[in-house]
């Protein structure tokens, strides 16, 4: 089986546009960039659809693929993220988390 990416970098959120810039900001200062970041959206109803409609139109140098699903709960989000995967490996970042620089 061949991945398109080594990493697939997923996260699911539930309105969390308060905080999961946060998140965003520290993918794009990571230096290793073979990786894609997955976002289930479990319907959230603030505006995090808007935030990564802005955040896709933005020079990123890994794509970000999101999509927004009705309310079903964070394993359902896992199973849909989990199609998805491009990469050889999955890692689940939450959204009110973020990753250290590197």
Do not use: H
Request: charged share 30%; net charge negative; aromatic share 16%.
């Amino acid at each position: 089986m061949s991945f398109e990416y080594k990493i697939t970098v997923f996260t699911p959120t539930y309105n969390r546009a308060y905080i999961i810039e946060n998140l965003y900001r520290s993918i794009q200062r990571q230096t290793y960039k073979n990786f894609e970041w997955i976002v289930v959206d479990d319907g959230s109803s603030d505006n995090t659809e808007e935030l990564f409609r802005k955040w896709k139109r933005e020079e990123n140098e890994f794509p970000i693929r999101y999509v927004k699903q009705q309310n079903g709960g964070k394993c359902r989000a896992i199973n849909r993220g989990l199609g998805m995967a491009r990469g050889e490996l999955f890692f689940t970042v939450d959204s009110d988390d973020y990753l250290t620089d590197d």
